[in-house]
């Protein structure tokens, strides 16, 4: 009696342990799927919150004291691009040519910093979410060319023109897709110093700065309906 | 001893904040920069700088214009102004360049067989005054009314109802404050009371949360807005946005909460209950200055003519109002409000907290809402209930739309059942203003007439003959505003527009008063946070332009009320302050003498023994509480404010199978209202050249409509065809459409309902069913 006690008992645990491994082998099978739908309903307004993107740091850019010697100008901005608003190249060498980028890029480019090799301020990417950088910049490996080239560079919108009165605000001269995030070019120590913000800390830049370049059908002049 | 180990102590901390402001001067790049970055634009150093408020919101920055050669060159925040501190937005920058607008209304215009006729201003006046005249004596007095504005200056406020409400002996005078304010009215007055916020602007340097209920301040108060990120940056301050579409203000702000429209109802009983549930409550607060009512439900809307309806409050226990909440609970909230229970007890959690400081701020979303006096009260009572009210960085703040949406149309009381002191139906304070306008006391009538919208009824249907429009845009501005165009059209009424620059109201006139801009008259204002704003007149305004107030007199003295308006050309701004503030002496309500104003970028008021009142029915800061507790809330008999219940009750009209979507309306930060300003603003204009309908990238993806796609919105009452933006400024939930209402040639409120609050009798413009058709 004893002895059948012992059996029937082991009985019992042995096929409760195969149940239950059975049953959670079926749920580990079925975790394995993960419905890859797609949640368009995310909260993001591109083109408003990059304004904000880097609002953490703008206490710490107000702070920040000049550092004349290193500082960039907008010379040199506009120098690195093909036209004004085209991705600019890469001025320098890239150690590992396989890499799209990503994270040794970030590195530098994602928050900034001095970089001694360079003896310069790493400019901040405005879009650090598109890792694909080397997708858009490209480096420059000689400074000839294949054949001539009479490509007319526009000339880069002017500083200190863009007010409409004195004391006004300056609006927006150029287009800011991709580079919707205001403090990444205008604050900190990499910024050109003739485009660096006087009071990085207010964040929401474009309650007083707009753009004057949207792209719109140009009506004319307002004529009323009678 | 202890002086001088105070003024020691003193010492030691000026000389702490001296050598902290000399290495901050050292490192801030500005003054450095400055050089380099403004080499190209003229210094301005002839100009000279005029001291005034801002044109445009509610928010009551102080600007100081640059004169040149009695030209208005510049504009620049006033450092000295407490509320903005030398800041402005986009809007406030560029306002002056409107004044040089090629249409500008420089010189009267009457319509003389179907054409307008440029008129000599006093033959024009004339007219007016006449036809007016004319039309009492055919008529009787309720055949005249007058339509003024929240951005109407003190001055021009109190002649109007001088006038009307005084001389002629009418009531048909309201003003288009009772489209934007007239339920935060109500709200403050069951459950206070007292109009106007209890709080002030420095509530923001204080507070650990802010709330924002369906309030894009970003761009609608952006100058408070940015007091609120600079605190969050700081002190690391959290702002909440609560509201019905992803917004500028979303992105900034540390959480963005979304509801169904028409439900922040449900969801604010539903803060309350889990209040009460969790043992939040402030138990001392509520007994010693609460009292529990209620009112009567199933109010209907207000779409027909003539609606009529009156409140009947009636108190109840604690305990009845705690079983009325269990139909509020979180999960059965949840169901229909599309808040999660999470999000919901997160909310509740912020206010229950008693060592969290809380602000809910709201405008519009709150206020143009068919129950909107019932959320302003819903929202008053988590505050009640908690007791976080009246203190610094603790407190419910209604924010105003407009300039002087409190100054004049609250304060002065230009509607229709309004004195400047009291209402129209009490004997006292009609005796009061007969006594200071020097009126017999039955000239004026106990009976209030028509709001708004139910002038323009009123017109449209004939009972009204005569109408005149100060300082506003009525046929861009009302709801369903098809109808009341139509209405305006008619023979059977004479139109009488004052405005500067030609709208779609001046359209429909029969005479065109040119109107004096801004900064080309004197005046005062009030904003938000009761605080009183004087500015002097800065340049002459063109041609044969008049400032309205001075309109209204001119047409007083012809009218015959000439002994009534006794005030001179050149100071009859200051005379008419003057005499309009006897009628608020006092501790409750005293307004700042003119000296004061002329010299302080404004003052608050109660203005008490020389001083502001920051913190209204607290003891610590308002001299008029007098129960001898810590707070006295004084504008109800008993001393004590009203939690009010009152349930969730569905919107006017939701979307069906045959018209799906939620239209919601607004505003953008570029543009003033119904634009007739900022439109003429190059600048404004260019970053914000017309209307557009903003959807859910889903709905456009299943009606196959891209960005920049013309469609055309439809509703029961009407169409309006527009650019569709997806993913631009603004992010409306699934199943919901929002359109700003500033252009003129997309008339949404061709498409919008006149339904509105029968307590307040607003419209609501942020919810009414339509389709969407790709055009």
Redesign the interface.
Known sequence: MKRAGIISLFVILFIAFITVWNYSYYQGLEEAYIPTTYDSSSLIIPSEEGVFKRSKFALEYAKMPIDATHERSLATYYKNRAFPGAPPSIPHEIQQDGTIGENSCLKCHENGGFVDKYNAYSPVTPHPEMVNCRQCHVEQKTTGNFKENYFAKNNPPKVGVNNALITSPPMIPHQIQMRENCLSCHAGPSAPKEIRVTHPERVNCRQCHVPSTIEATDNGIFKRGN | MSASIESRRKFIKKMAMLSAMTA?A?????????E?????????NN?DWKKGPCRFCGVGCGILV?VENEKA????GDPKCEVNKG????KG??Q??CIDAKDRLTHALVKKNGTYVKTPISEALDLVASKMKQTIEQHGKDSVAMYTSGQSTIPEGYVASKLMKGAIGTNNLDCNARLCMASAVAGFLTTFGADEPMGCYEDIDHADYFITWGNNM?EMH??L??RM??QK??RGAKIVDFATR???S???ADK?I?FEPQTDLAVANAICYEIINNGWVNKSFVEKHCNFSKGLTNMGYGTEDKFKFKDKPTGISFEEYKAFLEDYTPEKVAKYSKVSVKDIKYLANIYGDPNKKVVSYWCMGMNQHTRGTWINNLVYNIHLLTGKISQPGNGPFSLTGQPSACGTAREVGTFTHKLPKGVVMKEKHRRLAAKIWKVPYENIPAKPTYHATEMFRAVDRGDIKFIWTQVTNPMVSLPKVGRYTKGMEKESCFVVVSDVF?TPTS?VADVILPASWHIEKGGLYGNSERRTQHWEKMIDGPGETMDDAWMTIEIAKRMGYGDLFPYTKEGHVEEIYTEYRQFHEGSKHGMAPLEVLQKESGAIWPYVDGKSTQWRFNAEYDPACSNGEDFHFYGKPDGKAVIWQRPYEPAAESPDNDYPFWLNTGRV??HWHTGSMT?RI???H?????GYVELH??DADNMSISNGEMVKIVSRRGSCTLPASI?????PT?GQVFVPFFDE?MMINDVTLDAFCPISKEPDYKKCAVKVEKV
């Open positions: 901050a050292t490192m801030f790049p500005g003054i450095i920069f400055a380099e970055q403004e080499s190209n634009i003229p210094n301005g100009l640059g060159v510049a504009v620049k800041l402005l937005c986009v920058y560029h002056i360049m970003a952006p100058v807005f940015s990120l600079e940056n700081r992803t917004s500028r979303s992105m900034a963005s979304l030609p359209d930060i570029e439109r190059p600048v404004l260019k970053a914000m050249p017309h990238p889903d993913n631009e400024r603004g992010l699934r040639n």
